[in-house]
């Protein structure tokens, strides 16, 4: 299946670099507009994270259809979360070794082809649990794969200082997916059944297979002699020489293990704002609104060179909007305060992964990706586990609180103890 040769965009305007960067407020669209390989691959990206949004919902309400249970429909997230930790070193150890683009188009093509799997089930009647729990745990291995070769691709189809833009444009496929998603999915689930939802997810693949086809071979640069086979291990001794690299992951675990109390929203919506369900809803929404608008509202941080610094400012402005937000007991304060801290979650993210991308080897992108797949996906479940004891052992109030602040507290320790970190300079990448 060979790709087409339409890259004159692709290839050599973006190896071009601007001289002067001239002054936004909204997301940067340069990446859209000088890489059409780019340009492809997030349009499809934004299409089938929305599908994969409506497919999530609607496998956990045909769980609960089945059984009755919130416990089963909470095992939808441990079906989901053990393969993706299992997976997601070994998919990088994968993205190393072979052709990216071919990793993500046939894993693209094995979540596709489990969508029309559940679409045939239910059309067929056949609703069984374990088998959407073993199509979950499918699902998760086929994204461990997909996503450490996808972000690897960024760095050969952009130039250094247009990743930053299509970092914080990447965030806003996320975020408008897991807002709409589920929304659209509900809707076509009470319109058209399951297997409606489970079908149009498996046509928004369409999208994403056909921008994998058309990118360029994506075998990685491998140094002379290198060994053919890349090692999980080799990665993580190269992380461990990497303080730069490290640091990024140490951040974001402060802030999602310590600060993250999403697992309290239930809890908080009564005993705080007097509400239920809904307002457990909208605590959600404001979180996830605010990490939009830091994504729409991205256009200054391709002017920012210390990205090192932008990280740790924006970790300890998440603990405080966190801190915050737990002695407020006004709703919409509250909401503007989990905005803020969604906003800066989102600064956060981009400048990581952009120094995870720039400041690291072509032939270790695929294997460092893995790593962060698993501290993203591991450390916010570390965080409600957290978060519900020490509420448990004391109240929801000192647990947020105290979390906030303990993040602020522990990324000034990490800055003060590798302080080369605050000091990176993105043109002088060094990991």
């Given at each position: 299946m060979g790709a087409p040769t339409d890259r004159c965009l692709s290839s050599d305007v973006t190896r071009t670099t601007s001289p002067t960067r001239p002054r936004r407020i909204f997301a940067d669209l340069t990446p859209l507009r000088t890489s059409l390989d780019y340009q492809r691959l997030w349009?499809?990206?934004?299409?089938?994270?929305?599908?994969?949004?409506?497919?999530?919902?609607?496998?956990?309400?045909?769980?609960?259809?089945?059984?009755?249970?919130?416990?089963?429909?909470?095992?939808?997230?441990?079906?989901?979360?053990?393969?993706?930790?299992?997976?997601?070193?070994?998919?990088?150890?994968?993205?190393?070794t072979v052709d990216r683009r071919k990793l993500g188009l046939y894993s693209s093509l094995g979540a596709a082809g489990l969508s029309i799997a559940l679409a045939a089930a239910a059309l067929l009647g056949f609703h069984r649990v374990w088998f959407l729990y073993a199509?979950?745990?499918?699902?998760?291995?086929?994204?461990?794969?997909?996503?450490?070769?996808?972000?690897?691709?960024?760095?050969?189809?952009?130039?250094?200082?247009?990743?930053?833009?299509?970092?914080?444009?990447?965030?806003?496929?996320?975020?408008?997916?897991?807002?709409?998603?589920?929304?659209?999915?509900?809707?076509?689930?009470?319109?058209?059944?399951?297997q409606a939802a489970y079908l149009v997810d498996a046509v928004t693949f369409t999208a994403a297979l056909y921008a994998m086809w058309r990118l360029p071979s994506m075998k990685p640069d491998r140094a002379e002699g290198a060994r053919g086979r890349a090692s999980v291990v080799d990665g993580l001794r190269f992380l461990g020489t990497r303080p730069n690299i490290r640091m990024t992951f140490f951040s974001d675990m402060a802030a999602m293990v310590l600060a993250h109390p999403r697992a309290l929203f239930p809890a908080v919506a009564g005993l705080w704002f007097g509400g239920g369900a809904g307002t457990v809803g909208l605590l959600v929404a404001a979180t996830a609104a605010g990490a939009l608008l830091g994504g729409l509202f991205s256009g200054w941080q391709g002017r920012v060179q210390r990205h090192g610094l932008a990280i740790l400012l924006a970790v300890a402005a998440w603990g405080l909007a966190i801190a915050v937000f737990g002695l407020t007991r006004n709703l919409w304060l509250g909401m503007f305060f989990l905005a803020l801290a969604g906003a800066a979650d989102t600064t956060s993210m981009v400048f990581r992964t952009t120094m995870l991308q720039a400041a690291t080897p072509d032939d270790m992108r695929g294997r460092?990706?893995?790593?962060?797949?698993?501290?993203?996906?591991?450390?916010?479940?570390?965080?409600?586990?957290?978060?519900?004891?020490?509420?448990?052992?004391?109240?929801?109030?000192?647990?947020?609180?105290?979390?906030?602040?303990?993040?602020?507290?522990?990324?000034?320790?990490?800055?003060?103890?590798?302080?080369?970190?605050a000091r990176y300079d993105a043109r002088n990448p060094q990991a």
């Open positions: 349009i499809g990206g934004t299409v089938s994270w929305v599908g994969q949004s409506m497919t999530a919902l609607a496998i956990s309400l045909q769980v609960y259809d089945i059984t009755g249970s919130s416990f089963s429909v909470g095992l939808v997230g441990l079906f989901s979360l053990v393969p993706l930790i299992a997976f997601g070193l070994y998919g990088g150890a994968i993205a190393d199509v979950v745990a499918l699902q998760a291995v086929c994204g461990a794969l997909t996503g450490p070769a996808r972000s690897a691709m960024i760095p050969r189809l952009l130039p250094a200082e247009q990743l930053p833009a299509a970092n914080a444009l990447n965030s806003v496929t996320m975020t408008f997916g897991t807002m709409v998603g589920p929304a659209l999915g509900g809707l076509i689930v009470s319109l058209g059944g399951y460092l990706q893995g790593v962060f797949i698993v501290v993203v996906a591991g450390g916010p479940r570390l965080g409600d586990f957290l978060a519900g004891t020490a509420a448990d052992l004391t109240s929801p109030a000192v647990a947020v609180t105290g979390g906030g602040l303990a993040c602020v507290l522990v990324v000034g320790l990490l800055a003060l103890r590798w302080r080369g970190f």
